[in-house]
């Protein structure tokens, strides 16, 4: 998330409405940020383009694993 998020979702950044700086605000917007990777139908994140597919299905596979945080 800190690589590829937080330098626009985070307090200082462009998208400052959706943080995406603890864990809990990457939880509560998983749903949205798996929508956002995918770039089907909710468009694509990050802007700069669509990342490696590994890292898309690290993120789902967390998802589904139940967040568990490390």
């Known amino acids: ?3 590829q998020c937080t330098s626009c979702h ?3 950044g462009t998208e400052s409405g959706s943080p995406l700086e603890t864990y809990q605000q990457v939880v509560d ?3 949205s940020i ?3 990777l995918d770039g089907v139908s909710c468009g694509i994140m990050p ?3 669509k990342l490696p597919q ?3 299905d690290m993120f789902n596979a967390w998802v ?3 967040f568990v945080q490390q």
């Open 29 to 31: 917007y998983s749903e």
């Open 1 to 3: 998330m800190e690589a």
């Open 34 to 36: 798996s929508c956002r």
């Open 64 to 66: 589904a694993q139940g």
């Open 54 to 56: 590994v890292q898309i």
């Open 10 to 12: 985070s307090a200082n």
């Open 47 to 49: 802007q700069s383009g």
